[in-house]
């Protein structure tokens, strides 16, 4: 005979990073195995207030459910922390024209800037960036996803790449490997 509970669904997700995911009420079944949007949000604002000592950055995020639901946790995490948006540049999913929101970004004078979306997409978004004066040496670029730097992505002179992404800092999860806690895990299995 079923209970009540049994017959509730349980999910686990291998990549749903959403954060709103997380709330025991709303989903109580739910389980992941990536870091919520929300986490990720947070580190890199405490990246920028207590390490890289910035307290103003400009955002660019893509139209996507990925893109938008970290810079949203993102815009959350930056208010807790202190941290300016100079300007939020939003623009859409596999845009080809980026002038109008590239032209936004750089009028900001932003030198610090956060970009959430797919890593083609930014990967685009910086290459158009780069070619109006906004990347390269001087600026700083920092993400949730360290994808965004594949030359894979890239359509143009790897060369420009290498300049487009220096200075480029992206928070990638860590399994915890070389810690205590995950060499002891290592020896119980």
Do not use: C
């Amino acid at each position: 005979r079923d209970s009540p509970v049994s017959s509730l669904k349980k999910y686990v997700s291998p990549s749903s990073l959403r954060p709103d995911l997380s709330d025991g009420r709303a989903y109580p079944y739910f389980l992941r195995v990536a870091p919520s949007d929300a986490l990720v949000a947070t580190a890199l604002a405490d990246l920028l207030t207590n390490f890289l000592n910035y307290t103003s950055v400009a955002m660019v995020s893509a139209s996507d459910a990925y893109s938008a639901g970290t810079a949203r946790a993102f815009r959350d995490a930056s208010v807790q922390a202190g941290v300016v948006l100079s300007a939020d540049v939003r623009f859409a999913e596999h845009a080809v024209d980026l002038t109008q929101e590239v032209a936004q970004l750089r009028q900001s004078s932003a030198r610090v800037i956060m970009l959430f979306s797919q890593p083609k997409d930014g990967s685009n978004f910086v290459r158009t960036a780069l070619g109006a004066g906004v990347g390269g040496e001087g600026f700083v670029w920092l993400s949730g996803d360290s994808a965004l730097v594949g030359l894979e992505q890239w359509s143009g002179d790897p060369l420009e790449h290498e300049r487009a992404f220096r200075g480029f800092l992206a928070m990638e999860p860590s399994n915890g490997q070389g810690t205590a806690a995950h060499d002891a895990f290592l020896a119980r299995r």
